[in-house]
């Protein structure tokens, strides 16, 4: 059984720095596609950044690069997501998603939600002015 427990999401001002996790279980964790995505009230699902685990090759919404950094310690099934110099806007619950690249994506992008198969609950970041 596939599952994805994200932790460490908070409070913090603007222009500081938080750091979520997520700590998957119940399958090898290099075959799969991580990604971070976050979902603020009234708006919908968006992709933050994901990683190739056996590749490591990493992507990045236009919104926070150069300020997030998406890592992992395999050793740890963990994959994690550095959140620097963070603004209100970064505001949302961010959700770490799992994909088995072995399933056709359609030939969408990373940042499409629809192609993930596993999602964990979610951990509320929040940034003040």
């Known amino acids: 059984q596939v599952q994805l427990v994200e932790s460490g999401g908070g409070s913090a001002q603007a222009g500081g720095s938080l750091r979520v996790s997520c700590v998957v279980s119940g399958y090898t964790y290099r075959s799969y596609y991580m990604a971070w995505f976050r979902q603020a009230p009234g708006k919908e699902r968006e992709g933050v950044a994901a990683i190739v685990p056996a590749s490591g090759n990493t992507y990045y919404a236009d919104s926070v690069k150069g300020r997030f950094t998406i890592s992992q310690d395999s050793a740890k099934n963990t994959l994690y997501l550095q959140m620097n110099s963070l603004k209100p806007e970064d505001t949302a619950m961010y959700y770490c998603?799992?994909?088995?690249?072995?399933?056709?994506?359609?030939?969408?992008?990373?940042?499409?939600?629809?192609?993930?198969?596993?999602w964990g609950q979610g951990t509320r970041v929040t940034v003040s002015s």
């Open positions: 998603a799992a994909r088995d690249p072995s399933i056709a994506s359609g030939g969408t992008t990373w940042s499409d939600p629809s192609i993930y198969g596993y």
